[in-house]
C-alpha cells in the first residue's frame, strides 16, 4: 500500500513514547471531529422532527455513506473493520439525534416543568388542585336514564358528567350510540345540573359536531393510534381526555399526546384504563407506574379509570385508592342508574348506592391535593 512506511523503517526512527503522544494527539482531533459530527447530525434529526419524520433512521442513507467509504479507504485496516467503526458511529448518532428530539416533546416535563392546570369554566384539573371525579353512564341511553345520573351526581359534588354518543363497540352489532341526539342530551343536561361534558370523538369527520356539544373531547383507548384523529382534536379548541392504548405502551401513549399538543392544543388529560395482558380476572391490568411515569415525564393532568382497568364493580375502590396513591389527579368511574339493563357494561357500572360507597371510601382522599 503506497504511502505508509513499512514497520521495519518505522520502529527505529521513534520511540514509543513519542508515538503514542501522536496516537494521544489524533485521538482528539478524532474526538474533536466526532463531536462536530455529532451537532451536525443533531440539526438533521431536529429538521426531521420538524417535518413530522418521527422515525429518524435511514438506512439507505447509511448504506450509501459505507459505500463511499469503502470506496476510499486505502487501508492500513480493512473496509470491514472501518465498517464497523462507522457503523457504530451511526447508532450513535441516532441514539443522540432520538433523544435529543425526545428531550424536545411538547409533553416533557424537561420542556415545561411546572404542572399544567386546566381550568374549564371553573373546574381546575391537575396540579395542586385536589383530585376530580369524572362520573356518568357508559352509553347516553335515555333522557330519563341521564337526568337521573347527572341530578345524583351533581348532588355529590361531581362536576364532570361522562356519557357516550358514539360508541366504540367490540361487535358491529353491539348498541352503537345515540349519536347527535345524545350529544344534545348530554350537554344540555350537563349544563342543567352546572356540570362540565366529556364524551367521545371516535372520527374525524364528528370533531366539529362533538366540540359543539362537550366541554372536554375524549379520544378513546381503541383510537389512541388513530393520529388523523389526533392531530384535529389538537386542531379543535376543547381539552382533550386521551385514554391509553389498549397495549400501547407508555412512550407510545405520550408520543400520542404530543400529536394533540403538536397542533396547539395544550390541554391534554392523560387517562390510564388498565392495559391488555394475559390476566383473565380483571377486564385489564391497571398500571400504576404508568401514571407515576406520566406525572414524572410530563406536566399533563393524569386520571384513573378504574371501571375499565377492572372490569369488576369489587375493585373499584381499593384501585382507585392506590391510583390516588400514585398521585392520579381524579379518578373516572361508570355510575348507571340501572346498570343491569345498561344497553353497554353491565358488568362494571355502579348503581347509586354503590357510587355512594364508593365516594364515601375515597373522601379524605379526595379533599387533598393529588400527591407524587
Ligand atoms: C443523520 C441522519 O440520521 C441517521 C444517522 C445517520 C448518520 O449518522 O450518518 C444516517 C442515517 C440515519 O440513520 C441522516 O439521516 O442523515
Redesign the pocket.
Known amino acids: 500500500m503506497r504511502g505508509f512506511p513499512t514497520l521495519r523503517s518505522m520502529t527505529h526512527q521513534r520511540s514509543i513514547e513519542d508515538l503514542r503522544a501522536e496516537v494521544d494527539q489524533i485521538n482528539r482531533d478524532l474526538l474533536t471531529l466526532l463531536s462536530k ?1 455529532g451537532e451536525v ?1 443533531a440539526q ?2 431536529h429538521a ?1 422532527t420538524q417535518e413530522g419524520r418521527p422515525n ?4 439507505a ?2 448504506d450509501k ?1 459505507l459505500k463511499e467509504i469503502e470506496s476510499l479507504n486505502q487501508g492500513p485496516f480493512t473496509s470491514a473493520a472501518v465498517k464497523a467503526i462507522f457503523k457504530e ?2 447508532k450513535a ?2 441514539d443522540l ?1 432520538e433523544s435529543n428530539d425526545k428531550k424536545q416533546l411538547l409533553v416533557s416535563r424537561k420542556v415545561k416543568s411546572e404542572d399544567t392546570v386546566l381550568d374549564i369554566d371553573g373546574v381546575r384539573i391537575g396540579g395542586d388542585a385536589p383530585p376530580i371525579i369524572v362520573a356518568g353512564p357508559c352509553s347516553i341511553e335515555s333522557e330519563e336514564q341521564m337526568e337521573q345520573t347527572a341530578a345524583f351526581l351533581a348532588a355529590r359534588g361531581v362536576k364532570i358528567l361522562r356519557g357516550g354518543a358514539y360508541k366504540p363497540r367490540t361487535s358491529p352489532y353491539g348498541f352503537q350510540g345515540m349519536g347527535v341526539d345524545g350529544l344534545i342530551l348530554g350537554s344540555r343536561v350537563a349544563k342543567e345540573h352546572g356540570m362540565l361534558f366529556v364524551t367521545e370523538v371516535m372520527d374525524t369527520r364528528d370533531v366539529e359536531i362533538v366540540a359543539e356539544h362537550a366541554d372536554i373531547l375524549q379520544v378513546g383507548a381503541r383510537n389512541m393510534h388513530n393520529f388523523a384523529l389526533l392531530r384535529e382534536v389538537g386542531r379543535s379548541r376543547r381539552p382533550v381526555l386521551l385514554k391509553r392504548g389498549l397495549s400501547a405502551t407508555i412512550e407510545e401513549w405520550l408520543y400520542a399526546a404530543e400529536y394533540i399538543l403538536s397542533e396547539g392544543n395544550n390541554e391534554v388529560i392523560l387517562c390510564e384504563r388498565g392495559i391488555r395482558t394475559y390476566e383473565k380476572w380483571t377486564r385489564n391490568t391497571l398500571d400504576l407506574s404508568a401514571v407515576a411515569l406520566a406525572k414524572q415525564e410530563t406536566h399533563l393532568p393524569v386520571i384513573v379509570d378504574v371501571t375499565h382497568a377492572a372490569g369488576r364493580r369489587d375493585l373499584l375502590i381499593p384501585l382507585a385508592k392506590a391510583a390516588l396513591a400514585v398521585g392520579a389527579d381524579g379518578i373516572h368511574v361508570e355510575v348507571h342508574p340501572s346498570p343491569a339493563t345498561a344497553l353497554s357494561d353491565n358488568e362494571q357500572q355502579l348503581d347509586f348506592a354503590g357510587y355512594d360507597k364508593f365516594s364515601d371510601a375515597l373522601s379524605s382522599l379526595l379533599r387533598q391535593p393529588a400527591s407524587v
Open positions: 459530527r447530525v438533521i434529526g426531521k429518524h433512521y435511514d438506512p442513507r447509511e455513506q458511529i451511526f448518532s441516532l439525534e
